[in-house]
């Protein structure tokens, strides 16, 4: 099984690599955002526990994030391995991840972290709030908002994982197409080794 986290702040473009990565090697995409936004549109009462927090930019309570990719790992126990998008975003979301993986025999093997400039990511962001009908993405008060979240909760997640050296900084500024390429090298070197 490969297992690996792609990483980086609100912005990074997270959502967009992911979904070529799944797609060229067969990994099963586990994107936190889409999980939560997915039950805000079907007004579960998740959904609407987290819409508070997620229309303020602050990262949703770690209990509902943990039972939401655990109930994900066991409903996909054939995958042949999982990318993380937008998880862990905490270390307590980190350990928690390490420990479910570990039950299944299985663990991370990459973490690819995403650099982008915090000028970068607000352009990027107001730009598909545009378009997007996402709420969290329209004010820049709540964008800058979703950028101090990451640093004071999400990026000691890099150190977790530095701990262990499976950390790969990438940049993240520059074509979409030359970042996957980027990507795809640090993965393929891990799956040959
Ligand atoms: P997410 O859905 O994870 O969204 P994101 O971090 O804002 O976006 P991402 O990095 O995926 O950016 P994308 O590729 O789309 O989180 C939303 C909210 O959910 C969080 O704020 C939080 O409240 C909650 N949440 C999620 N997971 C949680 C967790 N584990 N714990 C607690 N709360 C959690 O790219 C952005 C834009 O840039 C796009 O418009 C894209 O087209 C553009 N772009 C991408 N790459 C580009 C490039 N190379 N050049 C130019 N533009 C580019």
Not at 116 to 126: A, C, G, N, P
């Given at each position: 099984m490969f297992n690996l986290i792609?990483?980086?702040?609100?912005?990074?473009?997270?959502?967009?690599?992911?979904?070529?990565?799944?797609?060229?090697?067969?990994?099963?995409?586990?994107?936190?955002?889409?999980?939560?936004?997915?039950?805000?549109?079907?007004?579960?009462?998740?959904?609407l526990e987290?819409?508070?927090?997620?229309?303020?930019?602050?990262?949703?309570?770690?209990?509902?994030v943990i039972?939401?990719?655990?109930?994900?790992?066991?409903?996909?126990?054939?995958?042949?391995?999982?990318?993380?998008?937008?998880?862990?975003?905490?270390e307590v979301q980190a350990e928690a991840l390490d420990k479910l993986l570990q039950e299944k025999n299985t663990s991370i093997r990459v973490v690819l972290a995403l650099k982008v400039s915090?000028?970068?990511?607000?352009?990027?962001?107001?730009?598909?709030?545009?378009?997007?009908?996402?709420?969290?993405d329209v004010t820049e008060t709540v964008i800058r908002e979703r950028i101090a979240e990451y640093h004071r909760?999400?990026?000691?997640?890099?150190?977790?994982?530095?701990?262990s050296g499976k950390v790969v900084y990438v940049e993240g500024e520059g074509s979409v197409d030359h970042i996957f390429d980027q990507l795809c090298e640090e993965i393929d070197k891990r799956i040959a080794e």
């Amino acid at each position: 099984m490969f297992n690996l986290i792609l990483f980086g702040p609100p912005g990074s473009g997270k959502g967009t690599q992911s979904e070529r990565l799944v797609d060229k090697y067969r990994l099963k995409h586990l994107s936190t955002g889409e999980l939560l936004r997915s039950e805000i549109s079907q007004l579960t009462a998740l959904g609407l526990e987290a819409k508070n927090f997620m229309d303020k930019g602050q990262l949703v309570p770690d209990h509902v994030v943990i039972g939401m990719i655990s109930t994900a790992l066991d409903a996909n126990r054939e995958s042949s391995g999982f990318l993380f998008d937008g998880f862990p975003r905490t270390e307590v979301q980190a350990e928690a991840l390490d420990k479910l993986l570990q039950e299944k025999n299985t663990s991370i093997r990459v973490v690819l972290a995403l650099k982008v400039s915090e000028e970068e990511l607000i352009k990027r962001l107001l730009n598909r709030g545009l378009t997007s009908g996402r709420v969290d993405d329209v004010t820049e008060t709540v964008i800058r908002e979703r950028i101090a979240e990451y640093h004071r909760k999400t990026s000691p997640v890099a150190d977790y994982y530095d701990r262990s050296g499976k950390v790969v900084y990438v940049e993240g500024e520059g074509s979409v197409d030359h970042i996957f390429d980027q990507l795809c090298e640090e993965i393929d070197k891990r799956i040959a080794e």
